[in-house]
C-alpha cells in the first residue's frame, strides 16, 4: 500500500529497480479504446504525481513483453491505477485493455522519473495541456491536488478527437464543479457534438493565449502527449512569453507509451 | 525465481510453419515495414546529393544524383531481417549493385565503412559488399525509397541484419583494417549474419 | 507516421537510465561533449525505436549517450557527455 503521503523525495533507486507483483482488483472502460486498471501491489514503494512505471507481461512459453505506462492515480489513492489505450497493433495493450481480469497478475516496477512530477508543494498557477492519452499523469496530478483539498489554482486544456475519446470526462467535470480553483478547459480536433462549448481545433497559439494565466503569473506548466502536440504547446508557450524553465514536457510515441 | 504468469497473455506474432526456412532463428514475420532509428532523418536536396567511394582505392569515385541514376540498375525482390527480430519477407527494391560502383576499382582493402547522413555508420567486409551481394538502393516496392526508410538511397545488404544496410548512405570508405560502426561500437557483433543469430558480442 | 514521431523526450529513458546510474536521472544535468549545451536529462531527444536507446543534444542534436542492452550486458557509451551533474 501506498507510503508515499507527504513524502518530498523520489523512492530510493532499489525500491524503484524491482520488479513486484501485481494483481488486478478492477477494469473499468474509460472510452470505447481505452480502460482504467487499478491493482494490489505488494511493496509498492509509493510515488509522485508525473511518474509512470513499467509493466512486464509473461506468457506460459516463456515470452515476455514490457511497455511504460503512466500512473493514473495519485499517491494518496493507495492502489495503483493505469489508464492503457488499446493500440490495434499492439502486444500488450490489447491484452490488458479487453482481457485481463480481476485477479489476474502482471509485474510492475517503479516508479521511474523525478522530471515530469508536481507536488502541491511546488505551488502554482499550474497549467496542464494534454494531448489523448497525455491526461494521464496530468489526472494523477489534479488527484494529488484534490486528496489534498488544495485550492492552487489549476486549469487542464485537453485535446482529443472526438468527445467519446476524453479520458475521465466525468471525473474532471466533478472537480471542476467543486469550485476550488481548478477549471476544466478541452478542443475536440475532428469532430464536435451537438451543444459542444468547447473549442473545435487543434491547439494553437490563440487558443493557449485565451486559457493560459499571464506570463507574469509564472504558472508550473506541464505537457504531455505525442511529439507534435507537445513542441506545438511549448513552442506557442513559449512564444507567448513564458518562461521555458517552467514549463515541463513529456512525448509519449505513436504507440502511447515506450517499447523496449 | 519464477515471474508469474499473466493468464492468457501471448506473443502476438506466432511462427508460421510454411515459411519457416526463410525466417532466421529468432525473428517473426511482420506485413508492415517498421520504422527505426537512432536520429533525426536527414533531409539532403538531391541536387546536394552525392555518393562516393573513397579511401583505399587507386582513385576516389564521386556520382551526383544524375550520374547516379544514369547507372545500370536491378529491380528485386529480397527478404530482410532487423536485429530487433521482425523481418519482412519478399521485399521488392530498385538499386545499383556495388559492383557496378567498385568496376574496375584497385584496392588492397578488405572492408568497407559505409557513412550515412547524420552521421551513422556501419562497417562490413569487402566481400559482403561485392559479388552481388549489395546495393545502393533508391526504390522501395516500385516507388522512391521514403525518407524515413533511407531515402534517396540506402545501402542495401539483405543477407546481414538489417541495421547494416545503412539508411541515407553517401559514402564508401574502402579500409585496410576493420572499424566497427555505430553499432558495432555499442554492443552488436561486428558481423551480423541472421542465420547464426549474431545480434550481440560474443554471439 | 510524420518524422516527429520517433523523437521522445528523456522521460522514456528514465528507466533505463535509473538501471544504468542506480538513482533517478532525469533531474540531473547533462552536459553535451559537441556544443558544452547544459540541460536536464529529462528535456534531452530520446529514441528508443532502434536497436539501442539513443540520448541526443537537445541544442546540436549530437548524440550524448548509446544504451544497448545484450543478453547479458548494458553496452553504454558516454562519450557525448562531458559532464553530468546529478542532484543530492
Sequence with gaps: MSSATGATEAPGPRGAATW?????????????????????????????????????????????????????????????????????????????????????????RGPIGGWFVWHIADGGPLLLVAGGSGVVPLRAMLRHRHANASHVPARLLVSARRAEDLLYSAELAELAEADDGFELLATLTREAPAGWTGFTRRIDREMLEEVAWSPRELARTFVCGPTAFVEAAADALVGLGHDPALIKTERFGPTGGSET | MTPPISRGFRRRHAADAEQADRVPPGQYVVT???????GPTPRTPLE????????????????????????PTETFATDIHCVT?????????????VDTLLDGVETEAEFVLGVCDGGYDTNLPLDDVTGGKAWIAFDFDGVPLEPQHGGPARLLVPHLYFWKSAKWIRQLVLMKDDQPGFWESNGYHNYGDPWREQRYWGD | MNDDDLRLDGNAAAGLLTEVFAVEMTTALGTCAHCGATNALGTVQVYVHAPGTV?????????????????????????????????G
Design chain 2, 85 to 97: 527480430k521482425w523481418s519482412k519477407l519478399g521485399t521488392s527494391w530498385t538499386g545499383v549493385s
Design chain 1, 20 to 108: 513486484r507483483s501485481a494483481e488486478l482488483v478492477e477494469r473499468r472502460g474509460e472510452t470505447p479504446n481505452a480502460s482504467t486498471l487499478t491493482f494490489d501491489v505488494s511493496g509498492w514503494p509509493g510515488h509522485h504525481a508525473g511518474q509512470h512505471l513499467d509493466v512486464r507481461l509473461t506468457a506460459e512459453d516463456g515470452y515476455q513483453a514490457q511497455r511504460s505506462y503512466s500512473i493514473a492515480s495519485a499517491p494518496e489513492d493507495g492502489r495503483v491505477a493505469l489508464t492503457v489505450e488499446r493500440f490495434e497493433e499492439g502486444e500488450v495493450s490489447p491484452y490488458l485493455v479487453d482481457e485481463m481480469q480481476p485477479g489476474d497478475v502482471l509485474e510492475l
Design chain 3, 55 to 87: 540520448l541526443r543534444c537537445p541544442a546540436c542534436t549530437n548524440v550524448l549517450m548509446t544504451i544497448v542492452r545484450s543478453h547479458e550486458h548494458l553496452h553504454v557509451d558516454l562519450s557525448g557527455v562531458r559532464r553530468v551533474e546529478i542532484a
Design chain 2, 32 to 38: 508492415d515495414f517498421p520504422v527505426l532509428s537512432a
Design chain 2, 48 to 71: 546536394e546529393w552525392s555518393l562516393e567511394i573513397s579511401g583505399e582505392i587507386d582513385a576516389p569515385r564521386r556520382w551526383t544524383w544524375e550520374e547516379f541514376r544514369a547507372l
